[in-house]
């Protein structure tokens, strides 16, 4: 059986010109894997949309209509999963609803092939900065999410949340030259992100020793690597580099959709 894992497609991004250029290869692989009769599941470890808050009566459904509507049909024959990432953790049950999605949380353990896998997006873990710790503080606290829900205007909410994640991306994701155009939104490559869900993967498996895989996004740079008997894969973005991850028939492999 097949089970596939993809990250960081930052829909609708409006940092991106090729953004509808991303959503049809997004589109292109979900029917790929979906349509494989060996799939069991498919899983979207965070950071699919750019920006994605579910109001208290307003979602921005016309933004990812396309994608909502197909993830609507696929799900009818394909289990999908969806952990939340840092720019699309704000579900309260739509996605459930509309889409037919399973929603997991930050951090979760499966049984994949008869292995243990731990699978998250990959934000906030073992974060050092006192000013991205208070930041994800107020993203995750439930009276200020409440407050947003209820208290903003839905436009208001929405057009702030895509400007600044549009802004974000431009901001940290200068080219570094000009053979590298295509990385220019490319966000979290830093060395420190790196240490850090390094250190916090080598503390859980400290703690969790009989893991086999785990699997994450965020950093937007694939790493492959052993910590002692555990194979820890970091995504590549799928926004610019169209990577993703299957394991077949219990092996884990690091691919990227042509």
Request: proline share 2%; glycine share 8%.
């Amino acid at each position: 059986m097949k089970y596939w894992f993809v990250a960081d497609v930052h829909l609708g991004c409006r940092a991106m010109d090729d953004r509808e250029e991303v959503e049809k290869a997004f589109i292109e692989w979900l029917r790929r894997a979906c349509d494989d009769p060996e799939t069991a599941a498919v899983y979207l470890l965070g950071d699919i949309f750019d920006f994605w808050f579910e109001f208290a009566y307003t979602v921005p459904e016309k933004q990812y209509r396309r994608v909502l509507d197909l993830l609507s049909e696929l799900s009818k024959k394909t289990e999908i999963h969806f952990v939340q990432g840092n720019h699309d953790q704000w579900t309260y049950g739509y996605l459930e609803k509309r889409c037919g999605l399973k929603v997991d949380g930050k951090i979760n353990e499966v049984k994949i092939c008869g292995k243990r896998v731990v699978l998250a997006h990959g934000h906030a873990m073992n974060c050092k900065g006192k000013a991205v710790r208070l930041m994800n503080g107020i993203f995750e606290n439930r009276v200020c999410q409440w407050g947003f829900r209820h208290l903003v205007v839905p436009y208001l909410g929405l057009e702030f949340g895509f400007r600044w994640s549009a802004s974000s991306h431009r901001k940290h994701n200068k080219p570094q030259d000009e053979d590298r155009a295509i990385d220019y939104y490319q966000p979290h490559g830093g060395d420190n992100l790196r240490d850090e869900q390094i250190q916090w993967s080598r503390a859980y498996l400290k703690e969790h020793p009989d893991i086999d895989y785990v699997i994450m996004g965020h950093r937007h740079i694939g790493e492959n690597m052993m910590i002692g008997e555990t194979q820890v894969m970091i995504l590549d973005d799928f926004y610019s580099q169209r990577g993703y991850a299957l394991i077949d028939d219990g092996v884990l492999s690091m691919e990227y959709f042509v």
